[in-house]
């Protein structure tokens, strides 16, 4: 089949080329000149494991292409995707649908035969029947579906996601009807390939199709901000959140998974589509308090890390030197957006401290938001000089300093670990000063 992906940002990049290793003629559509020369060169311009390699190699077998023009791709596609960003627009807190909509206007005046237009965005409910709008007041003549197909994509882990999902949610409106029907057909044989994982498609409207994205991300985001606020409680009652985490986890009504104890979430999705959802459901006189208070807890929690390096070192941070390690919001990505470094780093500044820092992969990235940090270029090169060090994302490499070097080269040996990667016992052992999450 032949795909148009108009986006190649995290989303469209992604599936786009695993698209094209499932078989599928896929090209990729992005008004970013540097984005397209980058990629014809072979340059990927996110930092996503195993994606340089997909690319290049659905690049030389002739199945993934990179064009600012997509008027061609576009006309002779099966199915066109939209998977263009969906930011918090300012002041109100909704997701911005500009790109989507100018998305559909183009889409509208190019297609030619059925053809299914797809919602790979992050979009509020109704959306689809905005660029469905859109599309026949544009083409009055077009025959088209507009379904959604929301990611469920996790950075760092995408493309075993796309190949091995838990399920591939496809809304679709009136399945009974010619276009629904045709749309089905269509969205069927894209997946395809996954049937021999049994990934089910689940076939819904396209509103609850919309919704699900948000209602899936909320409630992880829930459960993370659920854990963090019982840390609290096991600092406050001398519990250890890791053994709490795990006693509840057991239980298969709950689940293991997100029940990290940290610093608070961050990232693309988690704060960009709780404000959303909370907006969009005060839109429609359904207020949602759970994640509304899910969003308020999580804002303070990052903010407050930093308090946590003064009181780890019984003093204030004035005049001391304070080493990050780690920036990105996760491990295994470049990504910066909302990451807790974002608000630890100028509260520390902000209190009179020195900040150094390193990251394996986001010190480009952070070096435009965190200009008054000094960034270095390892580990152990960030600890030098330093009165604390701190662990605010939990890199592989991270996980295995060499803990006798990071003494040697400190000026005292504090370690506050927002990640829980050290145990506290070992660390006391080696002589450090340490704090975790919600060790009692």
């Not at 091995?164 to 496809?170: A, F, K, L, Y």
């Not at 429609?284 to 070192?313: F, H, Q, S, W």
Request: hydrophobic fraction near 45%.
């Amino acid at each position: 089949m032949r795909v148009a992906m108009i986006g190649t940002g995290y989303v469209g990049l992604v599936s786009g080329a695993c698209f094209a290793d499932f078989g599928h003629v896929v090209t990729c559509i992005d008004k970013d000149p540097s984005k397209i020369e980058r990629l014809e060169r072979g340059e990927i311009p996110i930092y996503e494991p195993g994606l340089d390699d997909l690319v290049a190699a659905n690049v030389r077998e002739g199945r993934l292409f990179f064009t600012l023009d997509g008027a061609e791709a576009i006309r002779r596609a099966d199915a066109v995707f939209i998977a263009v960003g969906t930011p918090t627009r300012r002041g109100d807190g909704h997701a911005d649908l500009s790109y989507v909509h100018a998305a559909a206007e183009e889409i509208a005046g190019l297609i030619e035969g059925f053809t299914v237009v797809v919602t790979k965005s992050t979009v509020p409910v109704g959306t689809g029947d905005e660029v469905e709008a859109i599309i026949r007041k544009t083409n009055p003549n077009a025959d088209f579906a507009v379904v959604s197909n929301p990611e469920f994509l996790r950075e760092g882990a995408a493309i075993g996601d796309f190949k091995r999902p838990d399920r591939v949610v496809i809304g679709i409106d009136d399945m009974t009807g010619d276009a629904g029907g045709r749309a089905q057909k269509v969205m069927s044989e894209l997946y395809r390939p996954l049937n021999l994982n049994e990934s089910p498609l689940l076939f819904v409207g396209r509103r609850t199709s919309e919704l699900i994205k948000y209602a899936a991300n909320a409630f992880l985001a829930m459960k993370i901000t659920f854990i963090n606020e019982m840390a609290d409680l096991c600092e406050a009652v001398g519990a250890d959140v890791q053994q709490v985490a795990r006693g509840i986890g057991l239980d298969k009504r709950i689940g293991s998974k997100f029940l990290h104890a940290g610093p608070g979430y961050g990232g693309s999705c988690f704060p960009k589509d709780t404000i959303a959802l909370v907006r969009t459901a005060q839109q429609y006189g359904a207020p949602t308090k759970l994640i509304e208070a899910t969003v308020e807890v999580n804002d303070a929690r990052k903010k407050a890390m930093a308090d946590r390096v003064a009181a780890t070192l019984g003093t204030s941070v004035q005049g001391k030197t304070i080493a990050l390690l780690g920036l990105t919001f996760k491990p295994n990505t470049d990504d910066m957006r909302d990451a807790p470094s974002l608000d630890i780093a100028p509260a520390l500044i902000a209190a009179g401290a020195t900040v150094q820092a390193f990251d394996p992969e986001g010190m480009h990235e952070a070096a435009k938001l965190l200009p008054d940090i000094q960034m270095k270029d390892s580990a152990y090169d960030a600890v030098v000089g330093a009165d604390a060090v701190v662990l605010v994302t939990e890199w592989d490499q991270f996980r295995a300093l060499d803990l006798d070097r990071i003494k040697l080269l400190m000026k005292q040996p504090v370690l506050v670990d927002l990640r829980n990667i050290y145990r506290p016992e070992d660390m006391k052992h080696r002589g450090f000063r340490y704090m975790g999450i919600g060790r009692g």
